[in-house]
């Protein structure tokens, strides 16, 4: 059975930091991204990464604060959030593909995590 379990949300003042991370059972992946989305609007790509250590891909909002990275070994990804802002405010979405198919589009992801909220006080 494959699972994409997330992890590290919480509260955090404008400025601070948090680190999420996917941990992925059942099987590996070729891309792990992470979408987010606020109350009201639709889900958005923030960030992915090719398993082989081909590329990262970030949103313009996040790029030069976030940062994504993946732990072969323990099949997990992580996105490492510094700078926050108030409107990084979301639920945080780990997403995986099979096989490469372009990481911008949701569409394009077989696989979903529960999501986990990330709250930016200002």
């Known amino acids: 059975q494959v699972q994409l379990v997330e992890s590290g949300g919480g509260l955090v003042q404008a400025g601070g930091s948090l680190r999420l991370s996917c941990a992925a059972s059942?099987?590996?992946?070729?891309?792990m991204g992470w979408f987010r989305q606020a109350p009201g609007k639709e889900r958005e790509f923030v960030a992915a990464?090719?398993?082989?250590?081909?590329?990262?891909y970030y949103a313009d909002s996040v790029k030069g604060r976030f940062t994504i990275s993946r732990d072969n070994a323990k099949n997990t990804a992580y996105l490492q959030m510094n700078s926050l802002k108030p409107e990084d405010t979301a639920v945080y979405y780990c997403?995986?593909?099979?096989?490469?198919?372009?990481?911008?589009?949701?569409?394009?992801?077989?696989?979903w995590g529960q999501g986990t909220q990330v709250t930016v006080s200002s």
């Open positions: 997403a995986a593909q099979k096989y490469y198919s372009g990481v911008y589009s949701r569409d394009r992801y077989d696989y």
């Open positions: 990464i090719i398993w082989s250590g081909a590329g990262t």
């Open positions: 059942g099987r590996t992946f070729n891309v």
